[in-house]
């Protein structure tokens, strides 16, 4: 069965209602991305930082999976499908997707501010108090801008047994995640679904300029 490699990012799960990462302005929710997603952020003002991201959870919540999500789930039947996500939502998971990495963490997640491997579910509000078995404060299980990408090497093997890969929703403009598609194998075709892709068509690329939800039905023609 041929590897499937699915590279997902904001604009897989904007039309189930989730807002993607950040505005034209460069603000997200109203919010500089510094305050409430990196460490400085939280050191600075932690309760900010835990509120925004129990609005973010509060949100998942109340949205479902969309058209695309399923689509990929109905791939596995023909694929081999390794996704790897930028997204911190579940709704590959919620859909029925059986393998998907995220690279930049996990909003249903918390852990230690201690140990980055205390990590438990946490689907209710987080606040200051709320503690680990040992007595630390808990945060979100989310990569904030400086830290490092813990989960990078594997998805870099994942791309590099890719027999077809597969980008949706992404800028391409976030490191480490833009630079995977290098790891992919030169011979095996790409393709790139976006609204407004960041890659232009050659020999081996091959762009679909539309949604999620729409790209992939596309995409499926052309399998």
Known sequence: MEHLVILTGAGMS????????????GLWEGHNVMEVASPE???ANPERVLEFYNQRRRQLISVEPNSAHK??????????VSIITQNVDDLHERAGSSRVLHLHGE????RSTINEEDVKSWKTDLV??????????????IVWFGEAVPLIETAIQICQTADLLLIIG???????AARLIHYAPDHIPVFYIDPNPALSSNSKIKIITDSATN?????????
């Open 41 to 43: 952020g939280f050191h």
């Open 128 to 141: 200051i108090g709320d503690v680990c078995e040992k007595g630390h404060q808990l945060r979100p299980h």
């Open 107 to 110: 909003l249903l997640k918390v």
């Open 71 to 80: 689509d990929l789930v109905e791939l596995e039947a023909r694929y081999k």
């Open 14 to 25: 904007a039309e189930s209602g989730l807002k993607t990462f950040r505005d034209s302005n």
């Open 170 to 176: 992404t800028s391409l403009q976030v490191y480490p």
């Open 215 to 223: 790209g992939l039905k596309q995409f499926k023609t052309m399998l």
